[in-house]
């Protein structure tokens, strides 16, 4: 009774095998042993069929199944980023002319000063004396002026007359009522008017140089009273304490320091391949590190470059009426330049080729792959901006690693957003 189980699992375990590992042999038995041929229309339609079928398994084997961005190149507004700082308009440390005892109260850090606000004062000592010696002799010395004018015209009376004299004698002694003798004491007496006169001439100078002499002591005398007085030059924020009261000062002595922070100065440094984009009067914005935007304007783009980095200096000015933008804090800058024409892509279908060349995969009209070289113009949210391709362009953006130059793509086409 157990012979018949055995047998069975036998011819199934026969049967199985050749079904499984002997399929091409038992198909061809069964045709060779199956009743009837095939008619030549059926024959044709089989051929057919897998000749289609096979050419089919050929071009998908051939072509490379790819996902192509149809991207149409569109005007953006380039721009130049840099990494920068804010500065003061304006900072200076208010030293003292003179020396002398400050009298004045303190001003503490942070006080806001009005130009020609008085932030130190000195003690005077003896500089008032000084000026009124000096005004005594100024007053000395124009009063020498009019007897100095009095012997000049001293002096021209006796030329005159002498003059006169001088005829005289000649006439005399030409008509012979007159001895020589008394013209040559004429010509003396009028040589000697004329001595006279360079004399007073002489003083009417040295008193005008007294009285210049004088004014200018007089003049020194005020200004060293002045120097007394150390005001604000321009309005700003005090950054330091003035000089506290009773401190010695010196010519130099700090009395303290001043910042201006309205306006206030955005300042990069711009690399010398993008200083040609950058222009003065260009619009320009910056982020502070605490999240706040600003906007300004270029005001400065220095000429020479830094001899160690090879960069350029460029200064944005921007409003601060509350002060809140303080002088140090770091700022990315963006300055506007010139637009062009850019292509949107997902940063994902950037590629390098052989040489570490960036750029993207693109499909011809033929349906092959290129390598085309971009330049990265900006990163943002939405994707990379890249230049250097045609207006029209069919990017791969999904399987462009495993395709090279020249390989047959089978293209899914995608359209740009927005």
Not at 65 to 90: C, D, H, M, N, Q
Not at 222 to 228: G, S, T
Not at 243 to 259: K, R
Request: proline share 4%.
């Amino acid at each position: 009774m157990k012979i018949i189980p055995t047998l069975t699992a036998i011819i199934v375990t026969v049967a199985l095998y050749f079904v499984v590992f002997e399929r091409d042999r038992l198909f061809q038995f069964a045709e060779e042993t199956a009743p009837g041929v095939q008619t030549e229309a059926t024959s044709y339609a089989v051929d057919k069929a897998t000749a289609e079928e096979m050419e089919a398994e050929d071009t998908a084997q051939t072509a490379v199944k790819v996902v192509v961005l149809r991207s149409e190149a569109r005007k953006i507004e380039s721009a130049v980023v840099l990494r920068g700082r804010t500065e003061a308009a304006r900072q200076v440390t208010v030293a003292a002319e003179t020396a002398g005892l400050v009298i004045s109260e303190p001003l503490r850090k942070g006080t806001a000063v009005n130009a020609g606000d008085l932030m130190c004062s000195l003690d005077p000592g003896t500089r008032e004396a000084s000026l009124a010696e000096t005004e005594a002799r100024l007053a000395e010395a124009r009063g020498r002026v009019p007897e100095a004018q009095a012997a000049v015209a001293e002096a021209n009376a006796r030329i005159a007359e002498a003059e006169i004299n001088v005829n005289v004698a000649r006439k005399l002694s030409e008509d012979g009522f007159a001895s020589e003798t008394r013209l040559i004491s004429a010509e003396a007496a009028a040589e000697a008017a004329v001595a006279g006169l360079q004399r007073a001439n002489s003083g009417m100078a040295s008193a005008e140089a007294g009285i210049q002499a004088a004014e200018a002591a007089v003049a020194a005398a005020k200004r060293e009273i002045e120097r007394l007085t150390i005001e604000a030059p321009f309005a700003g924020l005090l950054e330091t304490d003035t000089a506290e009261l009773g401190t010695l000062m010196q010519p130099g002595s700090s009395c303290a320091t001043i910042i201006q922070l309205n306006p206030i100065k955005l300042v990069g440094f711009v690399a010398e391949n993008d200083v040609s984009k950058v222009a003065v009067g260009a619009p320009a914005g910056a982020r502070l590190t605490n999240g706040r935007e600003v906007v300004g304007t270029v005001k400065f783009l220095s000429r020479s470059s830094d001899p160690v980095t090879r960069t350029f200096r460029v200064e944005v000015e921007v409003p601060n009426d509350d002060l809140s933008i303080r002088d140090g804090q770091t700022a990315d800058i963006v300055i506007a330049s010139d637009g062009r024409t850019a292509h949107l892509i997902p940063g994902s279908a950037l590629t390098l080729d052989d040489n570490g060349t960036l750029g993207v995969r693109v499909v011809d009209k033929n349906n092959m792959a290129l390598f085309a070289p971009v330049t990265l113009l900006r990163d943002t949210i939405e994707g990379v901006w890249v230049a250097d391709l045609p207006e029209q362009a069919d990017i791969i953006t999904i399987g462009q690693e495993y395709v090279i130059n020249g390989v047959l793509v089978d293209p899914t086409y995608s359209e740009a957003e927005g």
